[in-house]
Structure formats: C-alpha cells, structure tokens
C-alpha cells in the first residue's frame, strides 16, 4: 500500500474509532473517505488483505483491535462480528455458541449460531459457518444479556435454547454436559420465569429430567414442572427413536440409560 493510500486508511480507521465505530458498511467508508465506490473498494481490499479491518460479509466491516492490527487471522472478536452482520435487527447469540460462550462445553464451536428477526442469505461470518435461527422480538429478548456490542443469551436461555433444540447443539450428549457444568450457577428463578415466558414446559422438563437423573448439585430436586405432564416427550426428539429409559417424574424418555449419558458426559 503506497503511502498515500496508507494515509488514507489509518485516517478512516483513526476517524471510526475517534466516533466510537467498531465496524462500518461500504457506505459509511465511501462517505468518509470522499471516493468513488471503485476506489474505496479497492481501498477496503488493501485493508484487509493488510490486517487493518476484516470483511464481515459482503459490504460490512469491523476494525481491528489493537493486538491484532497487521495480522492474517480473521477477526477473534465473535460479539463484534455478529454486531456488524446483523446491526439494526434485533438478535441474540444462541445455542451451541452461547454454550461455548459460557464455558459449558468442552469442544470448540466453528460455526456461529445467531437467533434473529431477519433471515439471513449469507452463510458464513469472517470464514465461519453461520446458521441464523429465526425468532419472534420477543423470544429473541427473553434472556438477552449484552456481549460487547452484541447481545448473547445468558446462562438460563442458554441452557433453555439446548433443551428445546438438542439438534443445534449436538444432541443429547451436549445438553447433559452443558447442565452438568453449570449447575450452582443457574439462577433457579431465572430458569423458571424465562420457560414461563416463552412457554417452553419441554425444554424445562428435559433439563429437570437430566439434572434429578445425573444428580446435578445445584439442580437436582430443586426443579418443578410449570404444569403437571400429560405426556411423554423425548428427551432428544428424533425419528425412530428406541426408548432405553423413562423418567416416570418429567415424563421423559431416553435413548441411552442414566449411566450411560452420565459416562458420556464425564470422559
């Protein structure tokens, strides 16, 4: 980059951080710089092939912070990602990432799962994989808790989210470790109140049954349905499933026993 256009760089950087900006559209930057839309392209493509910004998706933006100025790795900051991706919808990082967020789950997370108003056509954010959950406004506050200038659900949504969709977490497996882990660190109240709000009795009733089943400390015994079950529910919902075991208190069948998902949940 020639020093010029070097200049040029460092001033829109310099100016977005000056204003408070993390990240920025194509828009935002052609205004600033005064250039046409040919040369600030060419100008954002210099900038991120040298490590002044990363390009979210296609004409979105967000800077780099100091530590990583200059390097070739794509932006670290998930929570700044996510807000540029999806600035102006309300929206909420969820299920196996909110997991990962929280330290519930031992193995990494790739792909970034965000609940949102908007259906998003991109399907990745800075070289990870993006799935975008759609959700009312509502559902999508229930449990927000901000992250940076994102917003990610908390501990209790959390686990909620799991229960209610095994599938985007990795199954049953997961969820027993997530609850396992979090155990005194739920909010009992919390937990109740955001089930309550979004009518989530399933979901509730999944995590009931797995922390009285592996005795979770903090969990166990101290859960009650929201309404007394009628009917039996899977604990991880699927086609063909065999019922191994059924927890006669929350109604909840199983694929593998007690033993086994708690041997799985401690290797």
């Known amino acids: 980059m020639d020093n010029v256009k070097h200049n040029m760089a460092l001033m829109l950087v310099d100016d977005m951080v000056a204003d408070g900006k993390a990240h920025f559209t194509f828009d935002e930057a052609k205004q600033?710089?005064?250039?046409?839309a040919s040369a600030t392209a060419n100008l954002l493509r210099r900038m991120v092939r040298n490590g002044?910004?990363?390009?979210?998706?296609?004409?979105?933006?967000?800077i780099r912070r100091l530590g990583v100025l200059g390097t070739r790795a794509a932006a670290e900051d998930l929570a700044m990602v996510v807000a540029s991706a999806f600035s102006g919808y309300p929206h909420r990082m969820a299920y196996r990432t909110a997991l990962d967020e929280h330290d519930l789950i031992v193995h990494p997370v790739r792909t970034i799962y965000v609940a949102s108003t908007r259906r998003?056509?991109?399907?990745?954010?800075?070289?990870?994989?993006?799935?975008?959950?759609?959700?009312?406004?509502?559902?999508?506050r229930t449990g927000a808790v901000a992250q940076g200038q994102s917003w990610i659900s908390d501990i209790e949504r959390s686990l909620l989210d799991a229960?209610?969709?095994?599938?985007?977490?990795?199954?049953?497996a997961v969820l027993a470790e997530a609850i396992a882990v979090a155990g005194t660190r739920i909010d009992l109240n919390k937990l109740n109140q955001h089930a309550k709000r979004l009518g989530w009795e399933a979901a509730l009733r999944r995590i009931g049954s797995v922390a009285d089943a592996l005795e979770v400390e903090g969990?166990?015994?101290?859960?009650?349905?929201?309404?007394?079950?009628?009917?039996?529910?899977?604990l991880e919902p699927s086609s063909g499933m065999t019922t191994v075991w059924r927890d006669s208190r929350w109604r909840v069948r199983w694929a593998q026993s007690p033993?086994?998902?708690?041997?799985?949940?401690?290797?």
């Open 32 to 36: 600033r710089v005064g250039r046409s």
């Open 52 to 62: 002044l910004v990363d390009r979210v998706r296609r004409g979105h933006y967000v």
């Open 120 to 140: 998003m056509r991109v399907k990745d954010l800075s070289g990870r994989p993006l799935r975008t959950v759609y959700e009312s406004e509502t559902a999508i």
């Open 163 to 172: 229960a209610a969709r095994p599938d985007l977490v990795g199954g049953a």
């Open 219 to 234: 969990l166990s015994g101290q859960l009650a349905p929201l309404r007394s079950p009628v009917a039996d529910l899977d």
């Open 259 to 267: 033993v086994e998902l708690a041997n799985v949940v401690r290797q």
